[in-house]
């Protein structure tokens, strides 16, 4: 099913809007991912295409119908809460089976339908089990069964992983994408890590303040941040900022002058400060980069493969990754470096990426008014 939000708007007080005249094209059968932090309307989006809210103004549609005023059970939508809000006294057959019983689908047939939900997500075995028989991953699995087994044609996944520990939520993430797949359904996932939704969706919606800052493919997001605020939230560990000014094509860089292309350049004003981003593996250890950059090792966190190694660049501090058998002391001096095409610049009045590349790639639907 394709959803269109149209030039949405929702405020729970006078003062400001929770969604911001948003608008957000969502195709069938994509798995798309509304990313940001705590306040920033993307559960509140989630529930209004789930219409638990209705938006104040604008348009929300389903195959192009408009569905403001139609009511949840009838939007053909499934949920899956953070809590897995299952039925203590029922079994996880019973669990599953619940919603077609209230669509009073006969009982065979509402059987079968539940035992092969139940082994899609691989519960076949725990059928006559109480929930409090079960772990966090299995509870998690009844709810998922339990919203996919009413066949629905949009799955709205509302923080589903928060409560789980680091090795089920990676089962899970595979689980759920893997279903998605399967089924082609068209699924929303609301979360605030940055690493589900890299590692789920197929488009994600960078949300703050209510509003969508860029919506695109995963490598887009991380490849071509269209401003400061995404180039922050994307990526682990997160991108290196430091100081800079950009005046004409040059860039001034600590001790550096650096000379940029102006075709690299969506800029033509006058002298500005600017934060330089660089992601930790674009920096080398040595001095063979166009952009070189003295510090002291500051902390050095192994992480198996290899190392992440924390260095303090005067009040900054910048990662960059080494190989495992390079050893690195706390107090060494090191001189990193990168190349000048592996370097983001974003105005530091507004945020804006000043590089070309990400302007014209970038992807976002939003209306402002």
């Known amino acids: 099913m394709k959803i269109e939000l149209k030039n949405i708007c929702k405020s729970f007080n006078k003062k400001s809007n929770t969604i911001d005249h948003m608008s957000l094209t969502i195709e069938d059968g994509e798995f798309v991912a509304l990313l940001g932090p705590s306040g920033c309307g993307k559960s509140t989006t989630m529930l209004m295409i789930a219409g638990i809210y209705k938006p104040d103004s604008g348009e929300i549609y ?75 991953g299995q509870q998690q699995r009844v709810a998922l069964a339990r919203a996919i087994v009413k066949k629905p044609k949009v799955l709205l996944l509302d923080e589903p992983m928060s409560n789980l520990d680091a090795r089920l939520k990676i089962e899970m993430r595979e689980e759920i994408s893997r279903i998605q797949k399967e089924l082609g359904i068209t699924t929303i ?41 995404v180039a922050q939230f994307i990526g682990t560990p997160p991108m290196n900022f430091l100081k800079g000014k950009l ?29 330089v981003g660089i992601r930790p ?12 950059i003295r510090g002291i090792v500051h902390m050095v966190e192994p992480i198996g493969h290899s190392q ?5 660049v005067g009040n900054e501090q910048v990662r960059f990754f080494v190989e495992p058998n390079i050893k690195m002391e706390y107090g060494r001096e090191v001189e990193i470096s990168a190349d000048i095409s592996a370097i983001h610049l974003f105005d530091k009045a507004t945020g804006r990426s000043l590089k070309k590349d990400s302007v014209n790639q970038g992807q976002i639907e939003e209306l402002v008014s």
């Open 62 to 136: 389903f195959d192009g119908q408009l569905v403001n005023d139609l009511e949840p059970k009838d939007r053909n939508i499934g949920m899956v809460f953070q809590s897995y809000a299952l039925y203590p006294h029922m079994t996880v057959l019973e669990n599953i089976a619940f919603p077609l019983k209230q669509q009073k689908v006969p009982k065979e047939e509402r059987i079968e339908r539940a035992k092969q939900a139940a082994e899609m997500v691989q519960l076949g075995h725990l059928l006559d089990r109480k929930p409090s028989e079960l772990s966090g």
């Open 189 to 229: 996932l609301v979360t605030h890590d940055q690493e589900e939704a890299m590692t789920m969706a197929d488009r994600i919606a960078v949300m703050r303040d209510g509003k969508i800052i860029q919506y695109s493919t995963p490598m887009e997001l991380y490849n071509h941040p269209k401003d400061y605020f």
């Open 247 to 275: 005046s004409n094509n040059q860039l001034r860089l600590r001790n550096m002058t650096i000379e940029l292309d102006r075709k690299w350049l969506d800029f033509d004003g006058e002298e500005t400060d600017v934060h």
């Open 281 to 292: 593996h674009d920096l080398k250890l040595g001095n063979n980069g166009d952009i070189r």
């Open 308 to 312: 992440i190694v924390n260095v303090k």
